[in-house]
């Protein structure tokens, strides 16, 4: 089980003058979360320009054209270094490399986050001092889909969600209360969490669902295609995540998704083996506890 989180940070946004301290974001990968951010950031006047960072320029000339950013650049480290706040929004396994690629070019004091779903590793590898005083902390948006590509970001994708920041123990707070205020502005309640106790979590409530949800995919034999209704979709929903993004999280996180399987596995067993006996109570006990937790839980559902 995780542990729970060492502070909650749920007050509404600082004042303007208060949080705007970031005159230029760069987002690097500019998919459905940075381009959420990006056109986040914009449209609340959060920051005076954003910069979006990628390999295509075609693609990034579109979401220029769409107004998802101010300026686009095919150039890492260019663009870094005229950062105020560089939110790295690629899979989780190019992170730490194209930290150390631009932090050498950032400005002083250049603060530099993520948003991605592993914590540990990011935050170990980038702990040592980065050149020009350059800051990195871990951030995870508790937000997204099975969608991929800017054209699916939304402003309000982050409304009413919540953004995990971990900061270790050599973390400055000046820098946690800056990165914290900005998540806030965009729609977030900030938690933070260790970097290990995020992981551990992350694996129960996110990791192991979508390989459950492959898993289940891969059962549906072709013949009863035409069967699977919504039952079966709603399920399956996230195994459309995009595997350039998953095989890189499961990996990087793969003892608390190990873990969590191993939890998942007891259940399931104890379902299968109360159907086995045909044991009518044991089978109903499960299924209300199961009934139970969910109907506590609160999501909010992002409109199709």
Not at 201 to 208: C, D, F
Not at 258 to 278: N, P, Y
Request: proline share 4%.
């Amino acid at each position: 089980m995780s542990q729970p989180p060492n502070n909650s940070t749920n007050a509404a946004p600082m004042s303007g003058e208060s949080y705007c301290q970031f005159d230029t974001l760069v987002v690097v990968g500019v998919g459905l979360l940075g381009g959420s951010v990006a056109l986040a950031a914009r449209q609340r006047g959060i920051v005076r320009r954003v910069i979006g960072v990628g390999r295509t320029a075609p693609r990034l000339e579109q979401a220029r054209a769409a107004r998802v950013l101010d300026e686009v650049s095919t150039d890492l480290v260019a663009a870094a270094a005229q950062a105020d706040l560089l939110i790295f929004a690629t899979p989780v396994n190019l992170i730490v490399a194209g930290v150390r690629e631009v932090a050498s070019a950032c400005r002083s004091g250049t603060l530099i986050t993520d948003v991605g779903s592993t914590k540990a590793h990011l935050c170990q590898a980038l702990s040592t001092a980065l050149p020009n005083a350059a800051t990195f902390l871990g951030s995870h948006p508790l937000a997204g889909s099975e969608k991929q590509g800017w054209e699916h970001s939304r402003a309000d994708l982050f409304d009413g969600r919540v953004c995990v920041v971990t900061p270790t123990d050599s973390s400055p707070r000046r820098e946690v209360a800056r990165l914290t205020a900005f998540w806030q502005a965009i729609g977030l309640s900030v938690v933070e969490m260790s970097p290990d106790a995020h992981d551990r979590a992350l694996a129960q409530t996110s990791h192991v669902p979508h390989v459950v949800a492959s898993a289940l995919a891969r059962t549906l034999v072709n013949e009863n295609r035409s069967l699977a209704a919504t039952g079966f979709a709603d399920t399956t929903r996230i195994a459309a995540g995009d595997p350039n993004v998953w095989v890189p999280i499961l990996l990087d996180n793969r003892d608390a998704v190990l873990a969590s399987l191993d939890e998942f596995t007891i259940q399931v067993t104890a379902l299968r083996e109360a159907l086995f006996r045909g044991d009518a109570d044991e089978i109903r006990q499960l299924w209300e506890q199961g009934k139970a937790i969910r109907e506590k839980l609160k999501v909010r559902r992002v409109a199709e």
